[in-house]
């Protein structure tokens, strides 16, 4: 994608938009800004275009390594916000679960039972009040900001409720981003972002600006640009919750479909009981509980 391009987006934004991408410090966000970004300094390394399989832990040796671990794991996590009045609200509390490699799991909850909390924790955006959350076998508290930041870039993407592309860009261009961030060769990328639009039905619409596109369109892209370098957990905050019911369970379809077919395993927020039921096991959240409820 040529420079230019980008250079007429506001910094801010992009970073802003494509945070996980990028790689989000996680800090209080009781700090002031609610949340830092900062793009990795480490050497460009190009491991991202290239299938890897959804459980390998960087570092690990496949030939002595046996058992996979899971690719996110919650032990015993908890999340306290206080209040200007000093009150604490306890979002989550001592939350522990697992997902496999390649495995499908469906969060659901009323508004305020901590939902996004979670995810916000698996993705090292937030920091857990107690307990650790593990991404591919690596506790996240214990790593540096860069450890946490190439983690993340390489092996997680997200997918949210308002899509965040960037309206100027053309679908193409949105779905490479990440790849551009990272340093991947421009025509693999390309080539597999177009492969990808193709796959959710956006192959005549690659060059069209974003802002043309229907609700659910843009969400197909944006599941495109989640899904560029393989990731090995794919995060969704109620990825359907701004569509009409047709469009959102054609889009969670195609989410779970392509996430299958890759080998990346999901865990997404969805209020809908219906769209829970298409996962492989579901959580509940009551107040900041969580229940395997299946
Ligand atoms: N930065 C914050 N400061 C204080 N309280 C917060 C903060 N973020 C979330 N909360 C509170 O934590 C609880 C859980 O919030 P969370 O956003 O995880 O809920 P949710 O289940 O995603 O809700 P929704 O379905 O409405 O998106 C809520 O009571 C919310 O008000
Ligand atoms: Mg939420």
Redesign the pocket.
Known sequence: MPRTLLGATPADDLLRLIPVDLGWRPRP??AGR?MVVEASAAPRHLTGVRPRPAAAVPGDDPATSTVAAPVLAFRKVS?D???AGGAV?R??REASGEVGAGEVVAVT????????????LAAGIDAPSGGEVLLLGRPLAALSDGERTRLRRDHVGLVFQFFHLLPHLSALENVLVPALVAGDPPAVSEDRGRALLGRVGLAGRAGEPVQKLSGGELQRVALCRALLRRPGLLLA??PTGNLDEESGRAVLDLLLGLARDEGSAVLY?T?SAELAAAADRIWT?HS?VLERTR
């Open positions: 966000r009781e609610e999340r916000y206080r209040s609200l979002a989550l909850g009323r508004s305020g039972s901590g939902k996004s909390t979670l995810l916000h905050d109620e927020v209020h959240l900041g």
